[in-house]
């Protein structure tokens, strides 16, 4: 089973941006779809952006060309770079393995876009 531990969350101001952080460990990492998701107060998780094993990307219409996932194999790695924040960003974002069926998550990480 993998497991996640996302970093990078925090304060920022509008039009900013922040690079979010997924370390994996255990589990065939390499073999994994990964994504990124998040969750605003009262608001169901959504997913924002997807990394096929293979490298295909495939983003929300609300984060396309401001948000950019990435892996890194070798390393056990997954990043969100996110550029030109909106207070409507504002959420805890997660990191996810997809297994099949199954999304396997971290404990997330919280992004706050205000002046």
């Known amino acids: 089973q993998v497991q996640l531990v996302e970093s990078g969350g925090g304060l920022v101001q509008p039009g900013g941006s922040l690079r979010l952080s997924c370390a994996a460990a255990?589990?065939?990492?390499?073999?994994?779809?990964m994504a990124w998701s998040r969750q605003a107060p009262g608001k169901q998780r959504e997913r924002v952006a997807l990394?096929?094993?293979?490298?295909?990307?495939h983003y929300a219409d609300s984060v396309k060309g401001r948000f950019t996932i990435s892996r890194d194999n070798g390393k056990k790695m997954v990043w969100l770079q996110m550029n030109s924040l909106k207070p409507e960003d504002t959420a805890v974002y997660y990191c996810?393995?997809?297994?099949?069926?199954?999304?396997?998550w971290g404990q997330g990480t919280q992004v706050t876009i205000s002046s």
């Open positions: 990394i096929t094993a293979a490298g295909t990307t």
């Open positions: 255990g589990g065939d990492f390499s073999i994994y779809p």
């Open positions: 996810s393995a997809v297994v099949g069926k199954t999304d396997y």
